[in-house]
């Protein structure tokens, strides 16, 4: 699996929009980028993934640069509940998932 | 997406002792995953369980220490056997869903405390 790239840690006021990056330089045609959280030690959540389109759901938006080497995950309205650890991870649909440190988002009020 | 429970929510054992751990899916799913997250660190898989087959341990990880059964599509068992105060961690189980477009969801974990 190709390696990813984020932040240790970022702060977001509560309201606004929270953008959390992540590098994947070395990413394949058939790998998907997957966003995952993690609440407090419960089990990881899934937010969204992509292959190379952006996508929306109901929790967030995910941009995918052109050459796929970067991707960000987009909260457009965070709240107290989306303090987590961000997990940007990419792979090989119905292979295992690959965590690295993630990004610790804090929102504050 | 699927709806995963696992037993026991947590335990405190004793050093020396072994614990199964039950995952328990609300439908069929053909991959399930077994992932260990000791305190403070990030998930890492322990092994693959496909219905009908071995387990695939992944480097670290021998079936001897943590056996793995994979009964049906909806079950599936960890045991920690053995255990020390370094098996001490929250330990998940994951499925991936073709319903769901090749997405893996987790249950909420087993928080194991070694003495």
């Known amino acids: 699996d190709a390696k990813t790239t984020q932040p240790t840690s970022m702060d977001c006021a509560e309201g606004r929009a929270a953008n959390l990056p992540c590098n994947h330089s070395?990413?394949?045609?058939?790998?998907?980028v997957y966003w995952y959280r993690q609440i407090h030690s419960q089990g990881p959540q899934y937010i969204i993934h992509g292959l190379k389109n952006n996508e929306t759901n109901e929790m967030a938006s995910l941009i995918i640069t052109e050459d796929r080497k970067s991707s960000t995950l987009i909260l457009p309205h965070a709240t107290l509940r989306d303090t987590a650890v961000y997990y940007c991870i990419v792979r090989v649909p119905w292979y295992a998932l690959n965590f690295g440190k993630g990004t610790s988002l804090l929102v504050t009020p | 997406s699927a709806v995963i429970s696992q037993k026991p929510s947590r335990d405190i054992c004793q050093r020396g002792t072994s614990l199964t751990i039950q995952c328990q899916v609300d439908s069929q799913v053909t991959m399930m995953f077994w992932y260990r997250q000791q305190p403070g660190q990030s998930l890492t898989l322990i092994a693959t369980?496909?219905?009908?087959?071995?387990?695939?341990?992944e480097s670290g990880f021998v079936i001897d220490k943590f056996p793995i059964s994979r009964p049906n599509l909806t079950f599936s068992t960890l045991t920690v056997s053995n255990m020390s105060p370094e098996d001490s961690s929250i330990y998940l189980c994951?499925?991936?869903?073709?319903?769901?477009?090749?997405?893996?969801?987790f249950g909420p974990g087993t928080r194991l405390t070694v003495l």
């Open positions: 070395t990413i394949s045609g058939n790998e998907y």
């Open positions: 994951s499925v991936e869903s073709g319903l769901a477009a090749d997405t893996q969801y």
């Open positions: 369980a496909n219905q009908g087959s071995e387990a695939t341990y």
